[in-house]
């Protein structure tokens, strides 16, 4: 169960003078540079990158968490595309984990991606922690991994009812993803 906030957090938009700060934090946050390169290859490719959908926390104007949601396609078996919203990478200041920060960053995500259009969200992520935003199986929909993965940890949500109604197949990543 996550904790309150003790603590007066904002979630905003991301600008470019926050994209240092968001590369550190991803380093810190995942112990490795690859999800914060991930970032910077995603805002470089602009059919996909939608600036209102990254996303910050900031605590006293210093950013202490991240969410990211870019256009990803679901291809069905006749080769048909429909768009969605991947949800990756998620980054939270060690420290700061489990108090309900990347719940905030989640939530202001769904609010955005709803108000562009956007009718659904996929993520590849914790099978206990995502549920609690509304992530179901995505098999529910019929939704494939484009790689072997369990079912329980690849996930979709609809931000619109029906929001996946009569969309089925693999999703396509975009090519960056390649590089994690």
Known sequence: MENKIPYQ?????????????VYKLNVTAFGRNDEAELV??????HS?????????????NQIIGHILFTKIQIKD???????????????????L???GIGGQMIKKG????KRLGFKSIIVLGHENYYPKFGFQSADKWKIL????????????IELVVDGLKNIS?????????ETV
């Open 97 to 99: 984990q489990k108090k």
């Open 110 to 113: 769904f609010e955005v991606a």
């Open 169 to 177: 197949g693999t999703v396509i990543y975009p090519k960056e993803f």
């Open 40 to 45: 910077e290859a995603l805002r470089k490719n």
């Open 77 to 95: 078996a006749d080769g048909n595309l429909n768009e969605s919203l991947g949800l990756a990478p998620m980054a939270v200041r060690p420290e």
């Open 145 to 156: 991994a484009p790689f072997q993965v369990p079912s329980n940890v690849f996930m979709a």
């Open 48 to 60: 996909i990158f939608v600036p209102e959908l990254s996303i910050v926390a900031t605590e006293n």
């Open 9 to 21: 957090v904002t979630i905003r938009q991301e600008v470019p003078g926050d994209y240092n700060d």
